[in-house]
T-cell receptor, first 115, second 114 residues
Framework: DTGVSQDPRHKITKRGQNVTFRCDPISEHNRLYWYRQTLGQGPEFLTYFQNEAQLEKSRLLSDRFSAERPKGSFSTLEIQRTEQGDSAMYLC?????????????FGSGTQLSVL | AQSVTQPDIHITVSEGASLELRCNYSYGATPYLFWYVQSPGQGLQLLLKYFSGDTLVQGIKGFEAEFKRSQSSFNLRKPSVHWSDAAEYFCAVGYYSGNTPLVFGKGTRLSVIA
């Protein structure tokens, strides 16, 4: 069990550029969540997957954001035409159980800075 | 919709003193309640959780929390704080079914002074 892995740890980009983050969940975890955390705030839900199916998306996930989990394993989160307001920590979490909160593991996050 | 309120943005305690972090939730059904801790630049680590049964739950690192349905609260406590406890603490609530994502409070930052 190697934990939830996120890459990169830090990303600095210029406004208007596209960025992509990757999350590798714990092996055999079928649920994968993306959260966004801005300074001074708690994590806010963005979207989640059950295997490869994206089951729910928050209204925070504007049309510039897209997430995929093509084979039900790793997931990517892409932000197009980044804005300064996108600067945040992007957290990924995964779980296996049906009552998925019981064993929900978070990665260390990707810190995005948009200049 | 469910929500979580952590009234204290920042708390400072002396090392060795007791600690209580407040959490109130708004929810229509029996909630699943959690406390997470986050150190700078790190992900979230689960301290403890409440699903049902005994309303006083024990967690890691000497933390405990008490669920009080009448007050819609789930306060986190520790009898003696260590300098290494300085971090951000988040309370979260979820549905029994587990089919909806956790909702987090805005967090309480804990500072520990000598």
């Amino acid at each position: 069990d190697t934990g939830v892995s996120q890459d990169p740890r830090h990303k600095i980009t210029k406004r208007g550029q596209n960025v992509t983050f990757r999350c590798d969940p714990i092996s055999e975890h079928n649920r994968l969540y993306w959260y966004r955390q801005t300074l001074g705030q708690g994590p806010e839900f963005l979207t989640y997957f059950q295997n490869e199916a994206q089951l729910e998306k928050s209204r925070l996930l504007s049309d510039r954001f897209s997430a995929e989990r093509p084979k039900g394993s790793f997931s990517t989160l892409e932000i197009q035409r980044t804005e300064q307001g996108d600067s945040a920590m992007y957290l990924c979490a995964s779980s296996k159980n049906r009552v998925s909160y019981e064993k929900l593991f978070f990665g260390s996050g990707t810190q995005l800075s948009v200049l | 919709a469910q929500s979580v309120t952590q009234p204290d943005i920042h708390i400072t305690v002396s090392e060795g003193a007791s600690l209580e972090l407040r959490c109130n939730y708004s929810y229509g059904a029996t909630p699943y309640l959690f406390w997470y801790v986050q150190s700078p630049g790190q992900g979230l680590q689960l301290l403890l959780k409440y699903f049902s049964g005994d309303t006083l739950v024990q967690g890691i690192k000497g933390f405990e929390a008490e669920f009080k349905r009448s007050q819609s609260s789930f306060n986190l406590r520790k009898p003696s704080v260590h300098w290494s406890d300085a971090a951000e603490y988040f309370c979260a609530v979820g549905y029994y079914s587990g089919n909806t994502p956790l909702v987090f409070g805005k967090g309480t930052r804990l500072s520990v002074i000598a």
